[in-house]
């Protein structure tokens, strides 16, 4: 439907849009720590694979990169769904919010850390022009807003009393994004994308490599590798995380 509309407006304005969409799955594999504390804080943080258990998982993703015409700024959407889950343990009890959890008795726990990305950027002019249209560099800016939801199932640690905990917080991150296409073929390319920014002792990241196949027409296939980093200690939440992992997409460009 899009693509239909950015048809119509486009034959009737003259103006030339460009559009191209994929879908995915990413194979997270998430490492670092996570913590939830009301004052007094303890200082005690959960270990995402020692403590908490958390294994890879596949996810499905998908993205929008719309070519502007004139002046106006390029559109570059990204939805990334981010959850893990897993019954775990540890030797010490440790205070989620007000609560202190049993930590020797086990637990369930659940960390959401869905995401969307909304750049609006540029190509450096006449780059590719002068490369014969094998380089082209994107420069913009991008808010990535984090959804973030913690939840523990356990007991209270002096009464064994059984408590089901969700604490939840949504983060918008301005971050400086950078993209990179080197097209030696027309049917080949290499691609990378950075979003990062590092404010105070916050740090919020994503590095994106892919190989891409031009099939027919506007048919492509890519895969790659995704990095995200995010450290981050706001109302009361501390979470400093990796998560990473090789990806598949199918897409098509107009």
């Known amino acids: 439907m899009l693509a239909l509309l950015l048809v119509i407006v486009t034959s009737g304005t003259g103006l030339t849009?460009?559009?191209?969409?994929?879908?995915g799955a990413w194979n997270q594999s998430p490492a670092g720590q996570l913590g939830y504390e009301e004052p007094p804080v303890t200082g005690i943080t959960l270990d995402l694979e020692q403590d908490l258990k958390y294994t890879d998982e596949w996810r499905f993703f998908g993205w929008i990169d719309i070519d502007m015409p004139l002046f106006i700024p390029n559109i570059y959407l990204m939805a990334t769904p981010v959850e893990f889950e897993g019954n775990g343990s540890k030797s010490v009890d440790f205070k989620f919010g007000d609560t202190i959890i049993n930590g020797s008795a086990g637990f369930f726990s659940k960390l959401t850390l869905n995401?969307?990305?909304?750049?609006?950027y540029y190509g450096i002019p006449l780059l590719e022009k002068a490369t014969l249209e094998t380089l082209n560099i994107d420069i913009g800016l991008n808010i990535r807003i984090y959804d973030i939801e913690a939840q523990i199932v356990g007991e209270e640690a002096s009464t064994s009393t059984p408590i089901d905990i969700t604490e939840s917080v949504t983060l918008p991150i301005p971050q400086v994004f950078l993209?990179?296409?080197f097209r030696p073929l027309d049917w080949l390319a290499l691609e990378a994308e950075g979003r990062g920014i590092s404010i105070?002792?916050?740090?919020?990241?994503?590095?994106?490599?892919?190989?891409?196949w031009n099939v027919v027409g506007p048919?492509?296939?890519?895969?790659?590798?995704?990095?995200?980093?995010i450290d981050i200690d706001e109302e009361d939440v501390r979470i400093d995380i990796d998560i990473s992992g090789p990806f598949v997409e199918a897409g098509f460009a107009f």
Not at 17 to 23: D, Y
Not at 115 to 120: F, M, P
Not at 200 to 212: E, H
């Open 200 to 212: 105070s002792s916050n740090k919020a990241y994503s590095l994106i490599g892919r190989l891409r």
């Open 179 to 181: 993209a990179l296409q």
């Open 17 to 23: 849009f460009g559009l191209e969409f994929a879908g």
């Open 115 to 120: 995401h969307a990305d909304i750049a609006l």
């Open 219 to 229: 048919l492509f296939f890519t895969g790659g590798y995704r990095y995200d980093k």
